[in-house]
């Protein structure tokens, strides 16, 4: 029987349960590997962080994330991954980082009406 095998050639393994728990397995490490993308990119948002503190910029920036979101979409297509699915993760990684920047740096006055490169409000001590 020829092996079946995955997109990067590995073999996914055919033969009932076994099969199974070796695909299982597959996707754990896969996992394991989105969990160290996030956590480089939580330290990419720490940078942002600190750039936006030190030139009082707000936290929401709509614009920016609407453009990752229709470039996620075309790159999930290029990678023969459903644009749907990338674009609810990536709106749901956007929405977590979001609330690490806010337990930061505070939030926005008015989200809807943050702009790129308009700093925000001086916020009153205590």
Request: no cysteine; net charge negative.
């Amino acid at each position: 029987m020829t092996p079946v095998t995955d997109g990067d050639g590995e073999d996914t393994g055919s033969d009932g349960v076994n099969g199974l728990e070796a695909i299982r397995r597959d996707i754990d490490r896969v996992d394991v590997e989105l969990v160290e993308l996030l956590a480089r990119r939580q330290r990419l948002v720490g940078r942002v962080v600190a750039y936006k503190r030190d030139h009082h910029l707000g936290v929401v920036d709509r614009h920016r994330e609407d453009e990752m979101l229709a470039a996620i979409a075309a790159t999930a297509e290029d990678k023969g991954a459903d644009p749907r699915v990338a674009k609810q993760v990536l709106r749901t990684i956007i929405d977590g980082f979001t609330l690490l920047e806010v337990e930061q740096l505070g939030p926005d006055p008015d989200p809807a009406e943050s702009v790129v490169g308009t700093p925000a409000p001086p916020t009153s001590p205590g």
